[in-house]
């Protein structure tokens, strides 16, 4: 068992007195082209699923949040959030909510699909302590909050907030009796079940596991195909161990409720999160790397508190490594370790494993989302309401730094998950995630695909239909055997017709040589303007895409609705452990915090870019030894 860590978070040590000042109770857009064009999607055969050699409905790519908080969530209710969990779906169907600024907020863009994920430790327990009926009105606790004494209940909340450092939370157990606590997540399910329109927006049964030892993230978001689910969630309470959370996912799996956990925020774990030993110190082994493939097919790349996709220390050939860089572990103003933290070098350490091993413990998909803690998911650029109540939820705030990072223009404006699923319905959505047939981006809705398989070197007009890519070969998140021959990859991506149009598709490869050096290489495979790559620096040319930041205003006469290319890898060696995945990159736009800069009459901030380059990046496909 874990007793109360060294130091907790600034933003856990002082949220009780944002709770208490958080107790009273035409926007300008860049003019892009816009595209008519469609995606290659026609039928499909399953090329995953041994289950089924049945053809499946075609599949469509669907954009969704997986990650999203309300005032159920500790943090959120201690930084003055009254969002419920009823508001974050009304959000994501399109309709208006209020904001902790006092302002209404809307998504102009309905999602498809969305799982609420309060933190498991605490879930919607804090909204009730001010109730003077409700369930826990005789504890201490909320006696002292209903006081009316204000220094009586900023003591109190301070004891909560201070307990999630904790394991059990022998301090206010009170609190989280399970006659308690399963009436409130009960309500989560009968939500989802009221909120589920198949078709049109599908709901998933979810929750944070909330692990943050000395402010290090570990974290991971629990999702559920269906609402047959346990009778609680399980939280960091009942272990801070991630190999336990997988245990309890097995038996909840084992009992008729398929789950899956996704961590997130790596790239501020200090290492931890793609350590290269478990939680007892040990040399990871085969039987925690099945376990871990089992339970965690997912990793969220990017999303409010940074992109985890690579950093410039370790990948400094990359010209586009620095993408919304967030290393501050939360609350300890000091940048985490690199190694371990990172997406791409954890998969270069897994083929490593395979190579010297037998076993590849990194072999997971990709998601984005945006772990708002305010019901909404901001990840539009020119529409960025911040992301845990009164701490940065006005531009004002936003400029002097929030409880989490000591500069909160570092936040991004991210991201969404992007599913190719045969249905909007929890089973083709979940089935999907679970397949990895998904890809993640920045907030743009860009659809991107990659395939290897035995295709024709010429992409015809119009892109390769869905029905050949599966009868051919295999999608985005597969496992190959090489062959003399080096695969053909088939990548694909559309733009979004709101946003800027598409500068360049990318394949980033990393590989194991024979003598154990791990190895990696950016290759443009398609450039926008009808430019091609150059041959041995496998570089686009520049298409002169600009913006003008004091007005936001982007070229709109450069960069491509759809780019499409069949390619295949100049250095391919039939002996090395390899993966592929695809990364699209747009022209440049203004970032938010630029936006807010106009908006308000101020100098741009010299601590972020003044633009940004959204992106998506496919799940990986991963390359067997031919031996």
Not at 70 to 95: H, I, W
Not at 256 to 271: E, K, M, Q, T
Not at 399 to 406: A, D, E, I, T
């Amino acid at each position: 068992m874990r007793s109360k860590t060294s130091s907790l978070p600034l933003c856990i040590t002082v949220a009780a007195t944002i709770f208490l000042a958080g107790c009273d109770n035409d926007k300008a857009r860049p003019q892009t082209q816009t595209s008519t064009a469609e995606p290659p999607v026609t039928q499909r055969q399953d090329a995953e699923k041994a289950t089924s050699a049945k053809p499946r409905v075609a599949p469509k790519p669907y954009f969704g949040e997986l990650h999203i908080h309300t005032q159920n969530s500790f943090d959120a209710y201690t930084t003055g959030v009254r969002a419920k969990p009823e508001d974050a779906y009304r959000y994501a169907r399109g309709e208006a909510i209020d904001h902790v600024s006092g302002q209404k907020i809307r998504n102009e863009r309905p999602l498809d699909f969305m799982a609420l994920t309060d933190h498991a430790e605490y879930l919607g327990v804090l909204p009730t302590l001010s109730d003077p009926d409700g369930p826990l009105a005789a504890t201490e606790i909320a006696k002292a909050v209903l006081s009316g004494d204000r220094e009586r209940a900023q003591a109190a909340m301070m004891k909560v907030v201070m307990s999630i450092g904790t394991n059990p939370p022998t301090e206010v157990k009170e609190l989280t009796p399970p006659e308690v606590r399963k009436p409130l997540w009960q309500n989560y399910i009968d939500l989802a079940e009221q909120y589920y329109e198949p078709g049109v927006f599908t709901t998933l049964v979810g929750f944070e596991w909330t692990l943050i030892p000395d402010g290090k993230n570990l974290h991971r978001n629990v999702i559920f195909r269906g609402t047959d689910v346990p009778d609680l969630p399980f939280s960091a309470f009942d272990s801070d161990k991630p190999e336990e959370l997988w245990q309890w996912l097995d038996n909840a799996r084992a009992t008729g409720s398929d789950v899956l956990a996704i961590p997130h925020n790596s790239n501020i774990s200090d290492g931890l999160m793609f350590q290269l030993e478990d939680s007892w110190g040990k040399p990871i082994d085969k039987t925690y790397a099945d376990a871990r493939l089992r339970n965690e097919p997912l990793v969220e790349i990017t999303q409010i508190k940074g992109t985890s996709e690579t950093h410039p220390l370790l990948s400094p050939n990359d010209e586009w490594s620095s993408f919304e860089i967030m290393g501050e572990i939360l609350g300890a103003e000091r940048q985490g370790t690199v190694k371990g933290s990172y997406v791409r070098e954890a998969y270069l350490n897994g083929i490593k494993m395979e190579a010297e091993q037998g076993f590849n413990p990194y072999q997971f998909g990709l998601v984005g989302a945006s772990d708002s803690h305010n019901a909404s998911v901001p990840v539009e650029e020119d529409n960025y309401t911040g992301k845990m109540g009164h701490t940065d939820g006005t531009p004002e705030a936003r400029r002097k730094g929030s409880l989490l990072v000591s500069n909160s223009l570092t936040y991004s404006a991210s991201g969404l998950t992007g599913v190719w699923a045969e249905s909007n319905t929890r089973e083709g959505i979940f089935d999907a995630l679970k397949r990895k047939e998904v890809f993640a981006t920045s907030g743009p809705r860009i659809s991107v695909l990659l395939f290897a398989g035995d295709y024709p070197r010429e992409v015809p007009e119009g892109g390769i239909a869905l029905t050949e890519l599966y009868q051919t070969g295999k999608p985005m998140g597969s496992k190959l055997m090489a062959t003399d021959k080096p695969p053909r990859l088939y990548a694909w991506a559309m733009r979004d017709a709101n946003n800027a149009p598409l500068q360049r598709l990318q394949i980033v490869k990393g590989w194991a040589t024979a003598d154990g050096e791990l190895r990696e290489q950016v290759f443009d495979v398609a450039c926008s303007d009808n430019q091609t790559p150059d041959p041995t620096t496998h570089r686009c040319p520049d298409n002169g895409a600009t913006v003008d930041t004091s007005t936001c205003s982007i070229s709109d006469a450069t960069g491509a609705a759809q780019l499409a290319t069949v390619w295949e890898d100049p250095a391919f060696d039939a002996s090395q452990h390899a993966f592929y995945y695809a990364r699209v990159l747009e022209n440049p736009t203004c970032r938010w915090s630029t936006w807010d800069a106009l908006r308000n009459g101020w100098p741009l901030p010299d601590s972020v870019p003044a633009t940004l380059q959204e992106r998506a990046w496919t799940s990986p496909i991963w390359l067997s030894p031919k031996s």
